[in-house]
């Protein structure tokens, strides 16, 4: 109820929110700058890096369901327009994917799960829903992440193992430089309590590594609700590998997620170390601690454009299944490291354990109703009908006499089948 009522307040807000959103359409039509061709031929590293962290954040628990559906468009064929050898061309970047989780119990502590995450983007001449148009000059990759994990919760661990499959459906050879195809990568993820360390390989050679210490009490996973153990951060550090020839060596990228004002209220910073520096601050507000509704406001530091290193100022209202963006930072990566994005996604994100719904990297889960309050009510329920049934009373020499409401049958042999004669 607590959910539907946010929402319903997040729907209201739609109303006062028009101005940002038309001024964020025309100003995403006139300042986006058109995405580089090899911009989208290095789209896969960013694919293979989303899902790792989405399944670093469902192994939290190691076990119940998780599905993570969407489509995401740009709605105007002029906003992020592509530029190769030959010039600007008009077109649409897309993105859709999906990420689903379920997990069986195997005895009494350890549970079996499978994994599988898609993404599909790239850019295309014309828009569309399920087929692209395949025009020249396109561009359509996808990454396809899967595998297995194993939960014990009595010893609150979790370990799980897969492959990545990064395929490339349509690059113009007139546009693109040669890339490789079909790319089969490796990944492992370990946890232990609130420390974790994940991997991925391409044969001896690893791609991304991560420590992350997930500090913050959490009262889905057995945690508090309240107290200075909620305010405890998440920290993480990536190790990215530089491709051969490539300016830039090996960096790592710090993440600090910090709880503001009772699980709700969150800062989400992010640093590139030895160079780059300050990469990307985030200030997040959920109304409930669900994370079924959220409003983001972002900051973020590019590097692209001559060495120059300008912020980029943006956000994104999240109400449930729509999500609208403007400049996100979020954004910024998954639409191939481009500025003025006005974004429009259709999605679901929604995950379930022991009967508790939440979403993603939510710290407690949704209020509703459980087994436990349906058998109190009926006991409630019960025990007032009985009182109310049975009345007890006194007569005038003051002995007790009990009333019984309702109707009570008797066998009186001749006289009750005769109606009382």
Known sequence: MTNVICLEMMCMKIGLNKIFISFAMIAGVALADPIPTEALSQGGLQMRDNHLRDIGLVMRSGRGGFVDIGYTYTPSSEQVQLKSKFGVHDGFVFRHHYGMFGSWLLDQNSHLGFLTWFDRAGWDTQDFFFFPHYGEPAHIASVLTWGFSYTNTAHDFTAALGLQHQNLELA???????????????????????????????????????????????????GVTSGFKTYLPNLAATVYRRKDGEDDKNFVRLNWEQNLYKQILYADVSYDFPSGG???????????????????ASCLRRNELGGSKELLWGGAIDLCILRLAYNSAYDYDN???????????LHLNLGSLDGQL????????????????????????????????NKTTFDAQGNKVIEAKGIRYEKTGSTSAEGGK
């Not at 300050?278 to 983001?296: G, H, Q």
């Not at 949704?366 to 025990?383: G, H, I, Q, V, Y």
């Open 358 to 389: 939440f979403g993603r990297g939510a710290p407690q889960a949704a209020p509703m109703e459980t087994t436990t309050s349906r058998s109190d009510l009926k006991k409630f329920l019960r025990n007032y009908t009985d009182q109310t049934q």
């Open 335 to 345: 639409m191939f490291r481009t500025k003025g994005t006005f974004v429009v996604e």
């Open 172 to 222: 113009s050879e007139r546009y693109y430089a040669n890339e490789s195809d079909s790319l089969l990568f490796y990944w492992g993820h370990a946890r232990y309590k609130a420390v974790s360390v994940q991997g991925s390989f391409y044969g001896s050679t690893f791609q991304t590594l991560r420590l992350a210490l997930d500090l913050e009490s959490r009262a889905l996973y057995g």
């Open 278 to 296: 300050f990469r990307s601050a985030l200030l997040k507000f959920y109304p409930v601690p669900s994370r079924l509704v959220a409003i983001e």
